[in-house]
Nanobody
Framework: QVQLVESGGGLVQAGGSLRLSCAASGGTFSSTVMGWFRQAPGKDREFVAA????????RYTDSVKGRSTISRDNAKNMLYLQMNSLKSEDTAVYYC????????????????????WGQGTQVTVSS
C-alpha cells in the first residue's frame, strides 16, 4: 500500500519561508508525477506544483511561481516544496500527491488525476 506522509508545515510570519517534505513508501515511483495541492478553509483544493520522475518537467500554479521550488529525491522517494515570501493567502492544508502512471501532454493539475494522497500538513501565514 502506497503511503505519502507530509511534514514541515507550521506557523510563519508573512515574508517567511517553509520547506514541506513528503515521504513516499510502499511502492515505486519510477513513472509517476508527484505534486503538491492545497486547500484553504472554505475553498476547493487547488494545484500548487508538480514534478515528473525524470525531473525534466515542472509546473507551478501562477500564484506561487517565482516564490516556490518543487524538487524530488528519487533515491529517497522524497518530494519537497520550498516556499519563500509567504503570504497570508498561502494559508492552507498542503497535500502531497502521486500519480501512478504516465501522462500525455501537460503535467496533470487536477486532483482526480492523482492516485495517492497524504494526510496533509497545515501551513499558516500570519500577517
Amino acid at each position: 500500500q502506497v503511503q505519502l506522509v507530509e511534514s514541515g508545515g507550521g506557523l510563519v510570519q508573512a515574508g517567511g519561508s517553509l520547506r514541506l517534505s513528503c515521504a513516499a513508501s510502499g511502492g515505486t515511483f519510477s513513472s509517476t508525477v508527484m505534486g503538491w495541492f492545497r486547500q484553504a478553509p472554505g475553498k476547493d483544493r487547488e494545484f500548487v506544483a508538480a514534478i515528473t520522475w525524470r525531473l525534466n518537467n515542472i509546473r507551478y500554479t501562477d500564484s506561487v511561481k517565482g516564490r516556490s521550488t518543487i524538487s524530488r529525491d528519487n533515491a529517497k522517494n522524497m518530494l519537497y516544496l520550498q516556499m519563500n515570501s509567504l503570504k497570508s493567502e498561502d494559508t492552507a492544508v498542503y497535500y502531497c500527491a502521486a500519480r501512478r502512471g504516465g501522462y500525455s501532454g501537460a503535467i496533470p493539475v487536477r486532483g482526480n488525476e492523482y492516485d495517492y494522497w497524504g494526510q496533509g500538513t497545515q501551513v499558516t501565514v500570519s500577517s
